[in-house]
C-alpha cells in the first residue's frame, strides 16, 4: 500500500526476511553458535527470551544454517503439547504412522531416531517452542525422552524454547532431575538503543531504502516505547509509515510516532 510512495522494492518490516538477510546482533549470533554447538554434540539446549524478541527468528535462522544431510529439525509448537500429542507430531514429520499407545509410540520414537542416525548418519534436532506453557507430565516426559540406553548417550538434540518464566519454571525442585540434564542455556536479549536504530535502518534498507525515513528522535522514542523487541519495532515502524504516507509525508519524526503510539498502541 505505501511501499511505491517511499520507493520499497519489498514490504519492511517483514516476517518474511530470507535467513542472510536477518538483522544480527552479537547477541543473536551467539545464540546461534551455542544452539549449532549443540546440534553438533547431540546436546539438551534452553533457550529463553521476552515475548518479540526474536526466538522464532534465531530458531529459524538456525534450521537454514544446519546442513539437511547431517541434520533433521524436527519441530514442535503446541500450547497444549501432551506426550501422546508430542510423538505423533514427530512420528508424523518423520513419515511413520504412529502407534494409538504412547508407549508403543515412544518405542516407535526411539527406533525412528536410531534409525536416522544409524542408516541415514542424521542428528535429529527437536524443537519444542513455547515450551514454557508445558505442563508437568509433558516435561517429564521430556527427561523420560533423554534416556537413551539408561542416560548414557543421546542420538538426538533437543532444544527447549520460552519465554523467561521457563527457566523460573525449571528451578522447581520438581524439576531438578530435567535442569540438571540441560547442556546449553542462553538468554535472548532485547536490543539496546544503537542496536534497535540499526535494526530499523537495516530493514529499511533490505527493502530497497538507503535514506533514513526516521529521524534520530522517532526511532529513539520507538525503542524507549518497544523496549527493543523487534516484534514490538514491526508493528510501530509498519504504523508510523502507514501513517506518513496517508499524509503524504516522507520523513517520520518524533510528533508522528508519538501520535501513532497514542491512537494505536495504547493501553
Sequence with gaps: ???????????????????????????FEELLARLKYAAERKMFALVTGEVGAGKSTAIRALIARLNPTRYRVLYVSDSALTPRNFYWLILHQLNFKPHFYRSDAKRQLQQAVEELENNQSKTPVVIIDEAHLLGMEMLEEIRFLLNFQVDSYSPLSLVLVGQPELRRILQLQVYEAIAQRINVRFHLPAFELAESIDYIRHHLRVAGVQA???????????????????????NVCTAC????????????????VKLVIENEFAA
Design 1 to 27: 500500500m505505501y511501499e511505491q510512495h517511499f520507493g520499497f522494492n519489498r514490504t519492511p518490516f517483514a516476517r518474511d526476511l530470507p535467513p542472510d538477510k536477518l538483522f544480527v546482533t552479537p547477541g
Design 212 to 234: 533514513s525515513l526516521f529521524t534520530e528522535e522517532a526511532m529513539s522514542l520507538i525503542h524507549e516505547f518497544t523496549g527493543g523487541l523487534a516484534r514490538k519495532i514491526n
Design 241 to 256: 509509515l502507514l501513517s506518513a504516507f496517508l499524509q503524504r509525508k516522507n520523513l517520520v519524526d518524533d510528533h508522528m
